[in-house]
């Protein structure tokens, strides 16, 4: 059984240095990624934490790669859902290219390890609602009104 890679891709009308801001600057996921604070020094070898609002850890990696305003990746492991918790990390990359006007963002989701089908659901709701997000407030500087991606 092999686990394929989840691939989303969006075009924001911005800048490779304001979408790596956005991936990278606590106070910038906390308005886009359903409240997570991110935080790390982005040196490869070094611990990634997402933070949820309650001060809880949810989400912690170690750092792959970090090309300032080209490429981040890092790898991903839920550690506030004990049965999630239990799953081997993922890998999530995010490629940053400038096309002209816009920035083409391509988000990938690979997993070395196969896993149940059933685990997937969460990123494949989720992922596009963060980008999204991450796009309304590049463009509009607002971030997307609160909704339930899992509904």
Request: aromatic content about 10%.
């Amino acid at each position: 059984m092999n686990t394929p890679d989840t691939v989303y891709v969006t075009y924001i009308a911005t800048t490779p240095e304001k979408v790596w801001a956005a991936l990278t600057i606590g106070e910038i996921t906390h308005k886009y990624f359903f409240g997570r604070r991110i935080e790390c020094d982005w040196k490869t070898g070094s611990t990634i934490n997402f933070w949820q609002e309650d001060g809880t850890l949810d989400v912690t990696g170690t750092i792959l790669k970090a090309e300032e305003n080209r490429l981040l990746e890092y790898t991903w492991h839920v550690e506030w859902i004990e049965e999630l918790r239990a799953l081997p990390s993922c890998i999530i990359t995010f490629r940053i290219e400038q096309l002209g006007p816009v920035v083409r963002l391509t988000m990938i989701e690979s997993h070395p390890e196969p896993i149940d089908e059933k685990y997937l659901e969460g990123g494949r709701r989720g992922w596009p609602a963060i980008l999204s997000g991450l796009k309304s407030l590049l463009e509009t500087g607002k971030p997307l009104p609160a909704f339930d991606p899992m509904k």
